[in-house]
């Protein structure tokens, strides 16, 4: 248990030492965490998010990682280079991503 800058205190989970994190085929997952804790990662190199098509959010909470995590994300294992140290914000933007381009082949194809 930590506090924030406004004195409330929070709830921190750390894996020190895992260097991967593999969700595989996960239909009804929606986020690694639903609940508003931080998760530190610290040692986090690669992250597979496959087959996870409800996986909308990495957590509710903050996720802090360093700052160059692989991130492999979809159906198959299309590569990310993500820098901006936000689990969050990666998920949400490959999740777009997806949605746009299955539209795109809907309406390409009707």
Not at 26 to 34: E, R
Not at 52 to 81: A, H, Q
Request: glycine share 4%; hydrophobic share 35%.
């Amino acid at each position: 248990v930590t506090n924030d800058k406004d004195g409330v205190e929070k709830e921190e989970i750390v894996f020190r030492k895992l260097k991967t994190l593999e969700l595989f085929d996960l239909d009804s997952l929606t986020s690694f965490c639903s609940a508003n804790y931080t998760f530190k990662f610290p040692s986090l190199q690669d992250l597979h998010v496959i087959g996870c098509p409800k996986m909308k959010i990495f957590t509710t909470g903050e996720s802090i990682t360093p700052p160059r995590v692989n991130v492999w994300y979809g159906e198959t294992e299309d590569r990310l280079l993500w820098t901006n140290n936000d689990l969050n914000t990666t998920i949400q933007q490959l999740h777009a991503e997806k949605l746009l381009a299955v539209q795109s082949v809907i309406s390409t194809h009707y």
